[in-house]
């Protein structure tokens, strides 16, 4: 199990590059810094098509596959190559994109995962495609407002809910998997520390919200992070070898309300469909209590 | 000692990888090509082989993940038709990170399970080198070769070696192996073509910053591709003349093979298990005295031009046999590379298509006599039509 550690606790060196190309705001650069600083000299990353090359110019190698699609394949190739000339010391890293996880690259994602690959995926999740203009991906939230689920006459924004991954590779029964939120880096720092050493696959997606997407001032990302923490919206707990644990737990939720509507996407919601978001994250919640633990399925 | 073990074509092209100590291998099945990672999977589970052997979820995936480990180890995948098709995407990729991964394609058509060539056709240029075989033999030779030359400093391109579905894969033929210890004075340890360790962070990020650098011209990387592809053309016909002190085996000149082509007037051209078909087509009408001979191509990619260019200002007509079709075009993809080869010379012999064996269409000893006598008789300078004919 993870114990959090402050990023004061870290070593000072940095593996980032202070400048990028990233938006203002970017969690997705906040992902990227802790990683690379809990991971350090030890990584090897993979890249795909996702915003990581604009936020993500991390000091030490990496391999830009342009293959969107490839993420666990091309990292189940360098973990294999490098353990068979016994390098098992490099950490085989991905920083990968919700949609590079969730829908194009989520094969992949499977299938690494049944095979048990020596890597550490993390997903930052910005519930969008960002780099291509913020189109709806399968982790994009009901009734957001996404280029491509506008908000219209006939149109109320997402019509599904949001896939829930983190289960879904939580019953692959992986050694390590794990939620965490730029909102709490002494969390998700704690749980990138205890993921590291682990041999085998594992996962973390980080919620790291997106104001170019999201539609809030780029100033409040960190903020926005915290309370969908503080909502249920999205709840922090991990799961090792099939046991669930949360990892924070805030005394009462938040209702949801306030931080659905902070948000630019969500600013045409009713109330209606607002308890209906409420109904699912009070729900959701209610099973992570009663499975915390305990084992996950 | 080499030995001779009489076996099918997947089975020398898993003999063909296990030679080179692969150290990498993605599967993934599909008819013909599955009983060469079956192959393979035998020879790891019974210790022959000491290579990573990966199940992969799909092609995508097996050529993926190949290429990425083929930054570190040798590295090799198999596939047929379909599953050539699903690899595109990471096909260029493969290319575009200059690694030398080998793949071996076992011809199936787009359409049903029967080989054509519209498979590697439609990877035509994704800046592989694709070299093709006529029998189980050279299946096994050319993959050993294949190591060798994508891994030529002068070249670093991956390449496929091909052969035809059914007619090659299932078929059993004598084939000699050769001793382990003389593979391995001829195809040297792997050397890692990429600084991808950790501790080769400066060379890597330099590496990475030349490559996106955006000072850079952006066509450098297709030009600099374009320059090893023209490398290997060498690099070919030294490895197949260097397999021949080795081995005592080669084939042609490694790009094509002249087949009895001395004092003719027309050759037929073609590829694959039809070129080795027409063999004997060529034997029978020489024995009656006609003079047309064979050409077969052996590297597609690169495309011998030269040689073409040399065999073209000395015959007076060519016909060639495409068993692919690029629709929209007046003709096959080779009688297209082909002409384009002739266009400078001065005097250009005659050149006729014949469509054939598309979707496994069996083609006959008789088929290819009587596109050798259309063929002459272009080089007699009488008229024949149509240029292009579906035989
Ligand atoms: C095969 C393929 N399809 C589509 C694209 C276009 N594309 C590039 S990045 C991207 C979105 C990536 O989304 P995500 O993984 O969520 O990362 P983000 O952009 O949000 O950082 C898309 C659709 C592509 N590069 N390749």
């Known amino acids: 199990m993870s114990k959090p550690v402050p990023l004061s606790k870290l070593d000072e060196k940095e593996f980032i590059v202070p400048a990028n190309s990233a938006c203002q705001g970017c969690a997705g650069s906040i992902v990227a810094r802790i990683v690379s600083k809990v991971i350090g000299e030890d990584m090897v990353r993979q890249e795909v098509a996702c915003c990581g090359p604009a936020f993500g110019n991390i000091t030490q190698p990496v391999f830009y596959g342009e293959v969107f699609e490839g993420a666990g394949a091309m990292m189940t190739g360098f973990a294999r190559a490098f353990n068979r000339l016994g390098r098992d010391d490099i ?57 491509t689920t506008p908000v219209g006459e006939f149109s109320r924004g ?23 939120s730029v909102a709490y880096p002494e969390d998700f720092i704690g749980k990138l520390q205890y993921a590291k050493p682990v041999k085998g696959f594992r996962f973390i997606q980080v919620s790291a919200p997106c104001p170019t997407g999201w539609n809030y001032d780029p100033r409040y990302s960190v903020k926005v992070a915290k309370e969908m923490v503080l909502s249920g919206l999205w709840p922090l707990y991990e799961v090792v070898e ?56 | 000692m080499a030995k001779f073990e009489v076996m099918v074509g997947n089975k020398a092209v898993a003999y063909a990888a296990k030679l080179a100590r692969v150290k990498y291998v993605s599967a993934f099945p599909i008819t013909p090509q599955t009983t060469i990672v ?120 991956p390449t496929i070696f091909m052969g035809d579905g059914y007619i090659l894969s299932y078929t059993s033929e004598p084939v000699e192996l050769p001793a382990q210890e003389e593979v391995d004075a001829f195809l040297p340890p792997y050397k890692r073509p990429y600084p991808m360790f950790p501790e080769e962070a400066k060379e890597a990020m330099a590496l990475m910053s030349q490559m996106w650098n955006p000072f850079v011209d952006p066509q450098n990387v297709w030009k600099q591709q374009q320059e090893a592809a023209m490398n290997a053309k060498t690099v070919i016909r030294e490895v197949n003349a260097e397999f021949e002190k080795w081995f005592g085996r080669s084939y042609g000149n490694g790009l094509v093979e002249e087949y009895k082509c001395e004092g003719v007037e027309a050759v037929l051209v073609a590829m694959g298990t039809i070129a080795s078909t027409a063999k004997t087509a060529i034997d029978q009408l020489q ?40 629709t929209g075009t007046l003709g096959g993809i080779t009688f297209t590379e082909l002409r384009h080869s002739l266009y400078d010379l001065d005097e250009r012999p005659m050149t006729l298509n014949f469509h054939a064996g598309m979707r496994g269409k069996e083609v006959r000893v008789e088929d290819i006599k009587r596109m050798a006598e259309k063929t002459l008789k272009a080089a007699r300078g009488e008229k024949v039509t149509p240029l292009v004919e579906w035989a």
């Open chain 2, 287 to 326: 024995r009656d005295g006609r003079k047309v001979g064979l050409v077969a191509i052996k590297s597609f990619k690169p495309f011998p031009d030269d040689d073409f260019q040399r065999i073209g200002a000395d015959v007076k007509a060519m016909g060639v046999i495409d068993r692919n079709v690029s």
């Open chain 1, 242 to 297: 099939g046991a669930l644990r949360i990892t924070y737990k805030p005394k009462e939720l938040k209702p949801v309300k306030d931080v659905l509507r902070s948000q630019g996407r969500f600013r045409h919601i009713t109330d209606e469909e607002v308890d209906e978001i409420q109904g699912e994250v009070d729900e959701f919640w209610g099973r992570l209590q009663e499975k915390d633990g305990g084992p996950l399925f």
């Open chain 2, 38 to 157: 079956q192959y393979l999977a035998d020879m790891i589970a019974n210790g022959e082989l000491d290579a990573d052997y990966v199940n992969m979820e799909g092609e995508l995936s097996c050529q993926s993940s190949a290429m990425t480990a083929a930054t570190t180890v040798r590295s090799f995948t198999a596939t047929s038709g379909p599953g050539l098709l699903y690899m595109h995407h990471p096909m260029h990729m493969t290319t575009w990170a200059r690694l030398p991964l080998v793949m071996a394609v076992v011809h199936r058509s787009t359409k049903g399970m029967q080989p054509d060539q519209m498979d590697t056709m439609s990877q035509r240029d994704t800046g592989w080198l694709m070299i093709e075989c006529q029998n189980s033999q050279e299946l096994l030779d050319t993959g050993i070769m294949s190591f060798k030359i994508a891994e030529d400093e002068r070249v670093r391109l």
């Open chain 1, 91 to 147: 950490r085989v890293t991905g920083i990968i994109g919700d949609g590079g996880t969730t829908d194009i690259g989520f094969q992949g994602l499977s299938a690494s995962a049944e095979r048990n690959e020596d890597m550490l995926w993390v997903c930052y999740d910005n519930e969008a495609y960002m780099n291509t203009g913020g189109q709806r991906s399968s982790a994009t939230t009901k009734f957001a407002a996404t280029t």
């Open chain 1, 158 to 180: 997402k019509k599904e809910r949001k896939k829930p991954l983190p289960i879904l590779v939580g019953v692959h029964r992986v050694p390590y998997m794990a939620t965490a």
